[in-house]
Structures are given as C-alpha cells and as structure tokens.
C-alpha cells in the first residue's frame, strides 16, 4: 500500500527548511542533465542523502525517475533494440531486490559513505573516457545488469554502468540513446513496484517528489538550451566538477559545516 500524503504531511514538508536546500539540489541536478546528458543521480542522490537520508533521497528520485520514465517510454518504444534491453534489465530488475534491502538495513552513516565512494568511481570512470570494446555477450550483459541493478536498487545510480558498456558498441548513437531510455523506463516501472512494497515510499517522500519533480524537469529544460551556447566538451568538465564537489560535500565528515 502506499501511504498517500496528507494535509499534515504536506505542511511538515513545506515548513521544514531543509525543502528549500533540497529545491535547489533538485534544479541543479535537472540543469546539469539537460546540458550534458548525464550526472542528474550522481548529483541528487548524494546531497539530498546528506539533507535527509538516504532512504528518502533514494525513493524521491525514483518517484520523479518514473514519471519521466512513463513520459518517455512511448517514444522510444519502436527506436529501441529490445533483444539487447530485456536481458540487461531482467538483469537488474532481479539485482535491485537485493539492492532494496541494502538500501533498507544499512545505517545511514555507512550508506552515505558508500553514496559518495561510489559516485567518485564512476565519476574517474566516465572522466577516463573507458568503454567496454568487447564483444556484447550474454554473461557480460548478465553482469553489467546486475551491478547497474544493484546499485540502483540500493542508492538510485543505475546510469553509469549501463552508459559505459553501451556506449562501447557498434551501434548508432541514435540506438544507444533509445536503449538507454528504455532500459531506464522499464527499470524506472519496476523498481516502484519493489520499493512500494518494501514501504520505501512514505507519505513524506511522495510530498517531496510532488514538491522537487517539476522543478527538476523544468530545470532540464532550461540546461539543455543552454547546451547551444557552448561546446559539449565544456558542459561535460562544467558537469564532472559538479558531480564531484556533490560527492565531497556530502561525506558525513562535514556534517558540522552544512547541517
């Protein structure tokens, strides 16, 4: 069941000063994806852990994930090679229970850490400009999935892993982009389903989705017309700076100084 808000709810949301902060990460993490394509998890989910926790962080981006996702999916539903997305996301589809539970039973502190730890990897990875160039076997499919599952079952960055293989293929960018977007819907619809029934989406989280969904949205709007006024080189360095001072500022051991 999912425990809808009410008035209360909505009050304690809107009277907590942390909302304010969380608007301004939410516009932030939508701009920098508009502009560069990437980095709207590796920037929400580690602050917005540090505002609140990473309980709440996790199920506030998915909710606004998922409206994007439903938005999206018709789209690319005829531009996406499906024989290559059904296994990669059955994959992490299964990974992401576990990756639930992580999510559930860790301590807060600990997860912050590993939110942080983890976005600073993957941010070196997507700076080295690596790619997988092997060839897209089935086990390797199998595994890319279960890492992106897991950890977006767990902290919501799903993105990277999944980013780095694809984009190592022989196939067009027009492909890829519609790959990724449906693996990312369909990760997006069922994970929801994961997280209501593990009641990782209480009245407080759905308030905060209502609240920072639109100003994300808008945000990517505004970032990817910005993307004409400079090169893509540019946006992606001005994006990788974000990301990391993201991940450095919500190390738990600064805590004193931003809470």
């Given at each position: ?60 981006f998915l909710l606004i ?168 080189e540019t946006y992606r360095r ?22």
């Amino acid at each position: 069941m999912i425990d809808l808000p009410d008035s209360a709810a909505i009050a304690a949301v809107f009277t907590d000063p942390r909302s304010y902060a969380a608007m301004a990460v939410s516009i932030l993490a939508g701009a920098v994806r508009g502009f560069s394509g990437f980095g709207s998890a590796l920037i929400f989910v580690p602050l917005m852990s540090a505002l609140y926790d990473p309980r709440t962080a996790a199920g506030t981006f998915l909710l606004i994930d998922f409206a994007v996702a439903l938005a999206v999916l018709p789209t690319v539903w005829r531009e996406a090679h499906w024989r290559d997305v059904f296994p990669l996301a059955t994959a992490a589809v299964i990974a992401a229970q576990f990756g639930a539970l992580i999510l559930i039973y860790t301590d807060a502190i600990t997860l912050r850490w590993g939110i942080a730890i983890v976005v600073l990897i993957l941010l070196a990875v997507l700076i080295s400009g690596w790619r997988y160039r092997g060839r897209p076997t089935l086990p390797v499919t199998l595994g890319v999935g279960a890492l992106a599952g897991g950890l977006g079952g767990a902290i919501q960055i799903v993105g990277p892993p999944v980013i780095v293989y694809w984009l190592g293929s022989m196939s067009s960018p027009a492909v890829v982009r519609a790959n990724l977007n449906a693996f990312f819907s369909l990760f997006a619809c069922a994970l929801i389903v994961t997280y209501v029934a593990r009641g990782l989406l209480p009245a407080h989280v759905i308030t905060l989705a209502l609240l920072l969904g639109p100003l994300q949205v808008l945000a990517l709007r505004s970032g990817a017309r910005l993307f004409r006024l400079a090169s893509a080189e540019t946006y992606r360095r001005a994006a990788y700076a974000i990301v990391a001072a993201a991940a450095l500022v919500s190390m738990p051991i600064l805590d004193g100084l931003f809470r």
